[in-house]
T-cell receptor
Framework: DTGVSQDPRHKITKRGQNVTFRCDPI?????LYWYRQTLGQGPEFLTY????????KSRLLSDRFSAERPKGSFSTLEIQRTEQGDSAMYLC????????????FGPGTRLLVL | AQSVTQLDSQVPVFEEAPVELRCNYS??????LFWYVQYPNQGLQLLLK??????LVKGINGFEAEFNKSQTSFHLRKPSVHISDTAEYFC???????????FGEGTQLTVNP
């Protein structure tokens, strides 16, 4: 396993711009999760997929946020019209099968909105 | 809904001393319990988990945790810490296998020489 990968690792953008992050889960992991972590806080759940189906969305996921997993493999998280409050670390995790309680995390994408 | 409280935001200790990081949780149903560690500018790494069975759980890097249902606690312990254990530690709960994790706010463990 190569682990969960995320791209980019860092993103600086201006307020009002759109950004998109990508997550590649561990191969054959059917569940994929997105979390957001602000400075000094624990991660907060945003959404998760089983294969291509989005099973749950947090109320944190405003209408400016959208996530997709079109072929049940990689996932993208898009933030439209970014705001300074969107500055955070965006973490992706994946899990699989009989051990699906265990989520394996990627290194995260750190977003700074100026 | 579930919630997690990590009772100490910062824990400074000297190298080779024992350490305990405290975690209490609240839930109306049975939950799975986890401890993750996060090194600077990295993602989270699983230390250990409690699903059922023995209440004493052993994890990686010499860490262990004890589940106490009556006190709704899941404290993390290590008998002798190293400088390399300096990191942020997160306690988390999960209602059902494969569902979302709910995290505490984290405890910064700093090991001093």
């Amino acid at each position: 396993d190569t682990g969960v990968s995320q791209d980019p690792r860092h993103k600086i953008t201006k307020r009002g711009q759109n950004v998109t992050f990508r997550c590649d889960p561990i191969s054959e992991h059917n569940r994929l999760y997105w979390y957001r972590q602000t400075l000094g806080q624990g991660p907060e759940f945003l959404t998760y997929f089983q294969n291509e189906a989005q099973l749950e969305k947090s109320r944190l996921l405003s209408d400016r946020f959208s996530a997709e997993r079109p072929k049940g493999s990689f996932s993208t998280l898009e933030i439209q019209r970014t705001e300074q409050g969107d500055s955070a670390m965006y973490l992706c995790a994946s899990s699989f099968g009989a051990n699906q309680e265990t989520q394996y995390f990627g290194p995260g994408t750190r977003l700074l909105v100026l | 809904a579930q919630s997690v409280t990590q009772l100490d935001s910062q824990v400074p200790v000297f190298e080779e001393a024992p350490v305990e990081l405290r975690c209490n949780y609240s839930s109306s149903v049975s939950v799975y319990l986890f401890w993750y560690v996060q090194y600077p500018n990295q993602g989270l790494q699983l230390l250990l988990k409690y699903l059922s069975g023995s209440t004493l759980v052993k994890g990686i890097n010499g860490f262990e945790a004890e589940f106490n249902k009556s006190q709704t606690s899941f404290h993390l312990r290590k008998p002798s810490v190293h400088i390399s254990d300096t990191a942020e530690y997160f306690c988390a709960v999960q209602r059902t296998s494969g569902s979302r994790l709910t995290f505490g706010e984290g405890t910064q463990l700093t090991v001093n020489p």
